[in-house]
């Protein structure tokens, strides 16, 4: 099997029936870039930003992660790069930010939420972002995002970094697409809101399952209630790619829902542009939809959309796809 996947690696993503995804890979660092190509990666779907943060004693500099993008940008040849800002807090602590401790830190003061209120630290990252943008296919996107004023609020302030550095005549590149994680329910719900300003979505499955089944991602004693086939999560999924659709934008997912083999057939099915999973998924995941029909798995979707419990989804989809 290894060694068919193997033959995969240059390929193109094609159902049966002619119908073309992308497959991304989810990175944490430039030394991840490796296995993307050796897994055949069509982009970077998410670049987790925080680990240049994380594990050691001050904030990264400007430079550094100037050096860091560019490296990620130049490493992909042109090929699209999502990169996620800062989303730190949740389990991801910076204990030099000196944060008090909370009660529920997944609901808490984290993300976007941070980068809001300490702009320094989200301007230092958006000035290294907007000056390695020049040596690739830039997309910046913003994590935790969960009702209108965020969005409007972050893009105004990149808008205003961009600005600063233009004037002191910083090569900058200007068809940055700018788009947001859609990780918690209200964003959800109110896709077709966000679609009107957005440049694209990208499914954050990891938390929007817990947020949406209200369990813990990390507690095991709740982790029955962690279920990814539910179909109020795929409602859900289906509400964000079909808002994304209806104004002509692209609508990726980058939680590990992206690479599960039970849930790509439906994806394919919603109509989802683009999945990003760890490098290692690409292509068992390519391997399989090269097998399957989007017209085919578009029934599938609508059938199991319709079902009532996550275990009823994943019989569904097993038997479906064995036909
Ligand atoms: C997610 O929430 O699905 C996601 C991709 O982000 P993270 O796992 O980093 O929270
Ligand atoms: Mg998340």
């Known amino acids: 099997q290894k060694a068919e996947w193997a033959k995969l690696i240059n390929e193109k993503t094609v159902s049966s029936d002619g119908h073309h995804v992308e497959l991304a890979a989810n990175i944490g660092t430039p030394k991840d870039l490796e296995g993307v190509k050796n897994n055949g990666g069509e982009g970077i779907g998410l670049y987790r930003t925080e680990f240049l943060y994380m594990g050691r004693n001050e904030l990264p500099s400007e430079d550094e992660q100037f050096e860091a993008y560019k490296a990620v940008l130049e490493g992909l040849e042109g090929k699209p790069v999502v990169v996620r800002t800062l989303d730190i807090g949740g389990d991801k602590e910076l204990p030099y930010l000196n944060l008090p401790k909370e009660m529920n830190p997944f609901l808490g003061f984290r993300a976007i939420r941070l980068c809001l209120e300490k702009q320094g630290i989200f301007r230092t990252q958006l000035r290294a972002l907007l000056r390695a943008s020049q040596y690739g296919n830039l997309k910046i996107m913003f994590p935790m995002i969960s009702n209108l004023d965020e969005f409007r609020e972050a893009k105004s302030i990149l808008e205003e970094e961009k600005e600063k550095l233009v004037t002191d005549g910083i090569k900058v590149a200007n ?64 509400m964000v790619i079909d808002a ?77 796809t064995k036909k």
């Open 175 to 238: 068809d940055i697409e700018v788009g947001i994680m859609v990780e918690i329910p209200s964003t959800a719900v109110m896709a077709d809101i966000f679609a009107k300003e957005v440049d694209f979505f990208s499914i954050g499955t990891n938390d929007l399952i817990q947020y949406t089944m209200a369990a813990d991602r990390m507690n095991e004693r709740v982790s029955y209630l962690y279920q990814p086939y539910n179909p109020a999560i795929l409602r859900l999924v289906k």
């Open 244 to 320: 994304a659709h209806k104004e002509g934008k692209w609508a990726g997912m980058c939680g590990e829902m992206a690479g599960d083999e039970i849930a790509v057939p439906i994806l394919l099915g919603l109509g989802l542009d683009e999945f990003s999973m760890s490098a290692t998924s690409i292509l068992k995941a390519r391997s399989q939809i090269l097998r399957l029909s989007k017209s085919e798995m578009q029934k599938l979707a609508e059938e199991v959309l319709n079902l009532q419990t996550n275990e009823q989804v994943i019989e569904t989809v097993k038997k479906f």
